[in-house]
């Protein structure tokens, strides 16, 4: 499975930012999909994941309720709509495929990776 993230970039803070990972090779349909992000310095944190048929999702605290991840099946995509953006939100961010469960936080519960898009927010 290859997962192919849309570039990220440089956005202002407070603004928004969807991040866009297309999968290839696998059964898009049969996997549970996660974002995860590293930002300087700190270890890859879970962002958000959602379920195979996109009808669960699930996130970490501090994305709640400005984070947004979403899959679109036939395009074999998932998104992450970010909004209200923080400077402390500026990190690499990694697309995941095929976790344990929908709402996996580990990166070892999933099998593949993105190559990461670096999203910067200035202040």
């Known amino acids: 499975v290859q997962l192919q993230a849309s570039r990220g970039g440089l956005v202002q803070a407070g603004g928004p930012l969807r991040l866009s990972c297309a999968a290839s090779?696998?059964?898009?349909?049969?996997?549970?999909m996660g974002w995860f992000r590293q930002a300087p310095g700190k270890e890859r944190e879970f962002v958000a994941g959602i379920s195979r048929n996109g009808g669960s999702t699930h996130y970490a605290d501090s994305m709640k309720g400005r984070f947004t991840i979403s899959r679109d099946i036939a395009k074999n995509t998932v998104y992450l709509q970010m909004s209200s953006l923080k400077p402390e939100d500026t990190a690499v961010y990694y697309c995941?495929?095929?976790?344990?469960?929908?709402?996996?936080?580990?990166?070892?519960?999933?099998?593949?990776w993105g190559q990461g898009t670096l999203v910067t927010v200035s202040s």
């Open positions: 090779g696998g059964t898009f349909s049969t996997y549970n």
């Open positions: 995941a495929a095929d976790g344990w469960v929908a709402g996996s936080t580990q990166e070892y519960e999933y099998d593949y």
